[in-house]
């Protein structure tokens, strides 16, 4: 595609009987262009028509009355708004503007139909986008609107790939000093989060997924490297992470069996870390020490 059919079709996003084509369009092309985002957030009336997408379903949500097509036609809106998201020169503007925020109506639905758990999948790809670049800036933005409710929601009763996603991006926020202090400063918040991770563990039993359980693994091993969560995780990290059974699906996996080892000695379980992991690990600094 060359630069004027994408300017012709960033342009046919502003008038109405054009839009649905131009959005299909341009998701479809989106990787082919690393520069759509610039055109997106700076030709007038874009971001405008983007969100008016968005809001335009909002009273499909509750009761829900969300078809195929519109979820379709929305979810190429928001893969238009995750090209924005993923930009280094857009990033920073799409926060500040708080662009963000018009997602998480639809991260706070319930109904389990393919066009919602494709319009929640899409929609936690955008704040994935956002939280894949290391930036403390995103975090201070993300917990100060709420987002971990809302992924802990989906992590909760999504499909396995929103379940992984949401769960990406926990861990995302867990990684950065700011997140792991703000999960950890209260009891509530920490419980809040330990519950869903050790329901999913249990679900994970049931039906196994090698992916989610690495996410899952990570989250936990931040964790521990905070005093108060380490402690805790003696009591409350559920036992079928020392079941060798039960890890026994991350045999080809290193990484995590090597994440997991040293979640084990940090909580004070040598012994099962001893059957994962041929190291002889020592337990890992506590935050601020």
Known sequence: MANSDIEQYVHQLSNQATRENALLELSKKRENFPELAPYLWYSFGTIAALLQEIVSIYPLLSPPALTAHASNRVCNALALLQCVASHPETRGLFLQAHVPLFLYPFLNTVSKTRPFEYLRLTSLGVIGALVKVDD??????????????????????????????????????????????????????????????????????????????????????????????????????????????????????????????????????PDSAAQLSGEVLTPTPLQGQ
């Open 136 to 269: 403390t800036d995103v975090i201070n933005f993300l917990l100060s609107t709420e987002i971990i409710p809302l992924c802990l929601r989906t992590m909760e009763m999504g499909s396995e790939l929103s379940k992984t996603v949401a769960t990406f991006i926990v861990q995302k926020i867990l990684l950065d000093d700011v997140g792991l202090n703000y999960i950890c400063a209260t009891a509530e918040r920490f419980f809040a989060v330990g519950a869903v991770l050790g329901n999913m563990v249990v679900m994970l039993a049931e039906q196994p997924s090698p992916r989610l359980l690495k996410h899952i693994i990570r989250c936990y091993l931040r964790l521990s490297d905070n005093p108060r969560a380490r402690e805790a995780l003696r009591q409350c990290l559920p036992d079928l992470l020392r079941n060798p059974q039960f890890t026994g699906c991350l045999k080809s996996d290193d990484t995590t069996r090597r994440w997991l080892a040293q979640l084990l000695v940090n909580v004070g379980s």
